[in-house]
């Protein structure tokens, strides 16, 4: 959800272009991490910081599950889908023996903390990724 236009309209944003140096170049930024704080042209917000995403994959579970690979233009309900397709429950627990998605973050054992930002970040379709693969079994 971008905040700009709301705060803004609300007069609790003040635009920041008046604000740059002379020097400050926004070709020096990614169109994408600029537009979100933008509101009819004026800039509004700026981004803190930015990381590129990527998945890596274990292509030997992907052929054991008969998975196809990732391919350009997935989307977040691709992943998905896959995430359950590989999520498997071995033994007959009702508990995943093997994931089919993780994103850990160094710190604690708790691995699939990892997720916790993303769905604060990406909300719906991150959330229903999380509750099918990490909460509960598909």
């Known amino acids: 959800m971008n905040p700009s236009p709301n705060l803004s309209l609300r007069g609790n944003l003040v635009a920041l272009d008046d604000y740059f140096p002379t020097t ?11 537009e979100p704080g933008q509101v ?5 917000l700026l981004p803190k910081s930015y990381s590129t995403l990527a998945i890596y994959y274990n292509k030997a579970l ?4 008969g998975v196809s690979y990732p391919e350009d233009g997935w989307t977040w309900d691709d ?25 850990p973050l160094p710190g604690p054992p708790v691995s699939n903390i990892g997720w ?7 909300s719906v379709t991150m ?8 909460i509960r079994m598909p």
Do not use: H, M
Request: hydrophobic share 50%; proline share 5%.
């Open 40 to 44: 009819d042209g004026e800039q509004f």
């Open 79 to 103: 992943l998905l889908d896959v995430a359950l397709d590989l999520t498997q429950d071995l033994d007959g627990d009702n508990a995943p023996d093997i994931w089919g998605s993780n994103c």
């Open 116 to 122: 916790l930002p993303l769905v604060v970040s990406w």
């Open 127 to 134: 959330a229903r990724i999380l509750s099918a693969t990490w």
């Open 62 to 65: 992907f052929d054991e599950a």
């Open 24 to 34: 400050f170049d926004k070709a020096a930024y990614l169109p994408n991490l600029l």
